[in-house]
């Protein structure tokens, strides 16, 4: 089978990270992107990247969780600060994990405070010229507004301005988040027996665009429901999804592998 990447995967302190790693490559990951948001992910995506340089990608960022614990503008100039000396001295490939989730029943001001984060997230990466790994829960509308209003239009035009991770919206989101050179990060979720709505959309996607990931420790794939997910477990995914686009393994395996490394590791 051909080489594949995991686009969107996490790690923590404490983990067996060089375990996970070594599986990874096993099972036949060319690479992953260690994904940030908060100390303890970026600290994980750090030590990822330590054990497997070139392998193991890492992204930092300030995720809409940490948005109630930056107050004011004074804040958030700190924490960006911060932020952009983590990314340009720990050679992220990309600021993430950033964005909105109004799924909790979040009050105005909580809501307010995720987009001033968002937006100016997508102003430092735009600054810095690096792709963006984005959430959107329930947040569509905002979500496009704040990326036409602040994403690089350089990096649009390139189509790298970033991924959806953990895609699972509406073919009317789809079409309005490619022309902002924005990827789509098809996660285990797209092999459950609920996701059938997905599963439509994914033949209408741009194929340049489609990225595998896992979100691991999350959402582990079917076959393996209801174990803690690795990096490792994307081939199961990769193959769902070609079978999906009615691809061979090895042309869909190559496809995503190649669309990924365009996006967080360009030559």
Do not use: K, W
């Not at 989101?173 to 599963?199: E, H, K, N, Q, W």
């Amino acid at each position: 089978m051909a080489p594949l990447f995991d686009s969107h995967c996490h790690f923590a302190p404490g983990d067996d990270i060089a375990g996970v790693l070594a599986r990874a490559r096993e099972a036949g990951l060319s690479g992953l992107l260690a994904v940030g948001g908060d100390a303890a992910a970026d600290a994980g995506a750090r030590a990822a990247a330590a054990l497997a340089p070139g392998f193991a990608l890492p992204a930092f960022g300030i995720d809409r969780t940490e948005a109630g614990s930056i107050p004011d503008p004074a804040a958030l100039a700190s924490r960006l600060a911060a932020l952009e000396e983590a990314v340009c001295s720990g050679g992220a490939a990309a600021l993430g994990e950033i964005g909105l989730d109004y799924s909790r029943g979040d009050d105005a001001a909580s809501r307010a405070r995720q987009r001033a984060l968002f937006a100016a997230q997508l102003r430092l990466a735009a600054r810095l010229g690096l792709p963006c790994s984005i959430h959107s829960r329930d947040a569509e509308e905002d979500t496009l507004a704040l990326l036409r209003e602040n994403l690089s239009p350089e990096l649009a035009a390139a189509g790298r301005a970033g991924s959806l991770h953990c895609f699972v919206g509406s073919a009317g989101f789809a079409a309005a988040l490619a022309p902002l050179g924005l990827s789509f990060g098809l996660s285990g979720i797209v092999t459950f027996r609920s996701a059938d709505a997905l599963r439509a959309v994914v033949p209408l996607l741009p194929r340049d665009r489609i990225l595998i990931e896992t979100d691991s420790p999350y959402l582990a794939p079917v076959p393996l429901r209801g174990n803690p997910c690795e990096p490792a477990f994307a081939v199961h995914t990769a193959r769902r999804v070609a079978e999906l686009l009615g691809l061979p393994g090895d042309e869909a395996f190559a496809l995503f592998d190649a669309n990924a490394r365009r996006l967080f590791a360009p030559a």
